[in-house]
C-alpha cells in the first residue's frame, strides 16, 4: 500500500549515532529508541521510490565549528561527530536506518538543517514539494511534515 505521495521526500536530520548512542555526551535521551520506527519510513520510502535525504551534522576535529552552547561537552566527551570520533560517538547514521547509494547524503553547516542551500537542493534534486521529516530536537524527537503552505507536527 502506497504511503507517499509522488511529490513527496523523506528528509532524516541528525540521527547519527552521536546523537544517539548513550555513551555520547550529545546523547538526545529517547532517540535512539525511535530508530526502529525510522527504519520503517524509510524502508517504506525505499520501496515507493521515494527520494530520503540524510542531513548530518559533522564538526571539526579542531573543534572551530562546534557550537558554543556545545563546546565544553564536546571537548571533554571525546569529540563526538568530527572525523576523530569512532563508535558510539561518531558521526555515522545507524544501520538499521539502511541508507544507500539511491540515498542523499547532506552535511548541515549548524544547528539549523533548513538552510537555504539545503532546500533548494533538496527542491531541485529530487524534484520533491513535500518533505517529511524526521528530526531529533529540544531533547525530544518527532517527524514534520512540511507542505508548501503549512506544516503539521506529529510526536512519535
Known sequence: MKQFR???AVVVIDMQNGFLERESPLCIQGAKETVPACSRVIRQAHRE????????RRYRADGSDVE??????WE???????ELAGGPLSAENPPEL???????M??????????IRSWIFCCA???????ICWELRRRTV???????????????
Open 106 to 115: 547532506l552535511v548541515k553547516p549548524r544547528f539549523s538543517a533548513f538552510s
Open 76 to 82: 571533554q566527551g571525546g569529540r563526538p561527530l568530527s
Open 6 to 8: 509522488a511529490d513527496s
Open 68 to 73: 558554543l552552547v556545545r563546546k565544553e561537552r
Open 125 to 131: 534534486e529530487s524534484r520533491s514539494r513535500r518533505f
Open 98 to 104: 539502511g541508507g544507500g547509494p539511491q540515498d542523499y
Open 49 to 56: 521510490q521515494v527520494p530520503v535525504f540524510f542531513v548530518n
Open 142 to 156: 518527532f517527524a514534520r511534515r512540511v507542505m508548501t503552505d503549512s506544516h503539521w507536527i506529529m510526536k512519535w
